[in-house]
């Protein structure tokens, strides 16, 4: 096959792509009957282009949030071309000058943390934080402290250990036996309040809840406690007031590590650099991926503190030290494509465009709320909204599947973007997701949200 002839040919590639490539998350039997396989070729600020010469704008940042200094920054592609010329790739024990440089910028915007380790995806960074926890038991605690707490709703990755870590059973279904040793502490979405509480007795009962396993499975068993900042795909859970304080408390009262999980809220989705800094804890772990290079280059990190990472010192035992790798966390495109992502989102000013613009978003939620009856919680931080349909406000039963599908399919019609929770638990399966690039003005909103207004009147009337 000539491939250059093919790459130039549109029609010849929709082929390719239906014969073979296997996308992610899709269901393939549409593409037997007809429906294109869809291929984005180009992207400028927030909008997309497809191979059929369709402009979108994209409100979910290339699709899964990652994206968030938009799309065609030459400066980050020249700055990575020119460290692959130099330098492209060192793995194994050596350093690099991006690795270092990256990760003093890091550090000194995550006071209290000291030290980074890389890695290639989000799932690969929680494992990384998971295996730490199980060596410090090993070496530390006889093994005994080797449990990991995560909480319903919350997602950490795709691999079987991940999953196991991983509180929605939709995704989960089917991939077992899981990895051993990881325990689920209740979700903290009020608007689902488990036992009908809200305010703060919905947060001491969400405190409750996880005390309550503590004394169950018993402090002394437990490593860490990974929980998101604010649960992502799960449905844009931001806690309850009042909630991540007791969490503090909680890891400090049981000598429990807080492992926080930035793979989404990282590099200033909801307004600050990380989404714990919201509400003033200190992790003692913190992994980060999509935002880092914000998709230019596949890059995640596991951060520590030093308390942590002196744990692995120990020169009179030659297991002591940490006996993980990853092979491409030795290429230097990762982190130089996110030195220069740091540099654009500080000189732009887009932690600051995240919360004014994520405020204008929410608003235009808000109105659509007053409008259609069927949006029943406007939910989020930043540019990450969420918007919860319901079939009736009382009894909040969730609008079904097929109708999550048919808006996002409308808004997709009319040139937009937009993502929705993963489809398949009952009460979770209905939330509209809005996670553009940080680059976003009030027009792109407008446009954004006007679509969803069409597309909710057209499906649901
Ligand atoms: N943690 C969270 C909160 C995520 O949303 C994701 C991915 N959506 C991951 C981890 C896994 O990241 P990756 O797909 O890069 O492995």
């Not at 065609?72 to 000058?97: H, N, W």
């Not at 890695?119 to 093994?143: C, D, L, P, T, W």
Request: net charge negative; glycine share 12%; with cysteine.
């Amino acid at each position: 096959m000539d491939l250059h002839a093919l790459t130039n040919d549109p029609e010849g590639i929709v082929e390719a792509d239906r014969a073979h490539v296997w996308h992610h998350l899709l269901q393939h039997k549409p593409h037997d009957h007809g429906v294109d396989p869809r291929i984005i070729v180009e992207g400028k600020g927030l909008k997309v282009w497809d191979i059929k010469g369709k402009e979108h704008i994209d409100s979910v940042s290339g699709g899964v949030w990652t994206v968030n200094v938009g799309y065609g920054r030459e400066r980050i592609a020249r700055a990575v071309g020119d460290q692959l010329t130099k330098m492209c790739f060192f793995g194994g024990t050596a350093g690099t000058i991006p690795g270092a440089t990256f990760s003093q910028m890091l550090i000194d915007k995550m006071p209290g943390l000291d030290r980074v380790y890389f890695a290639n995806s989000g799932s690969e960074a929680n494992e990384k934080g998971f295996k730490m926890v199980r060596q410090i038991s090993h070496k530390h605690h006889g093994g005994k402290k080797s449990k990991i707490l995560y909480r319903e709703r919350d997602y950490h990755g795709t691999t079987i250990t991940c999953l196991s870590a991983g509180g929605q059973e939709e995704r989960n279904a089917q991939y077992g036996p899981y990895t051993p040793g990881f325990v689920s502490v209740p979700h903290c979405l009020e608007y689902r309040s488990q036992d009908g509480s809200n305010g703060e007795a919905y947060t001491a009962a969400s405190l409750k809840a996880i005390e309550d396993v503590i004394l169950r499975e018993g402090a002394d068993t437990i490593g860490s406690l990974c929980l998101e900042p604010i649960t992502a795909g799960g449905g844009i859970i931001t806690p309850p007031v009042g909630y991540w304080d007791g969490v503090q408390a909680l890891c400090k009262k049981y000598n429990i590590l807080l492992h926080i999980d930035e793979v989404v809220c990282g590099l200033g989705r909801t307004g600050t650099w990380f989404g714990y800094q919201q509400f003033g804890v200190q992790p003692d772990i913190v992994t980060m991926a999509k935002g880092v290079a914000s998709g230019y280059a596949a890059i995640s990190c596991c951060v520590t503190t030093n308390a942590v990472f002196e744990q692995f010192k120990d020169d009179t035992d030659k297991l002591g030290y940490f006996r993980d790798i990853s092979t491409f966390g030795g290429c230097t495109a990762g982190p130089a494509a996110a030195i220069e992502n740091m540099h654009i989102i500080q000189e732009e000013g887009l932690l600051e465009n995240s919360t004014t613009m994520g405020e204008h978003l929410k608003a235009n939620l808000h109105a659509l709320m007053e409008k259609h009856r069927w949006i029943g919680d406007v939910r989020g931080k930043g540019l990450f909204a969420g918007a919860e349909l319901v079939m009736d406000r009382d009894s909040k039963e969730p609008v079904d599947e097929k109708t999550v599908a048919a808006i996002v399919g409308d808004c997709m019609k009319q040139g937009v973007i937009i993502g929705a929770t993963n489809r398949s638990l009952p009460g979770f399966n209905n939330t509209l997701l809005f996670a553009p690039a940080l680059i976003a003005t009030k027009d792109d909103l407008d446009h954004i949200t006007d679509a969803v207004d069409q597309a909710i009147t057209r499906v649901l009337g």
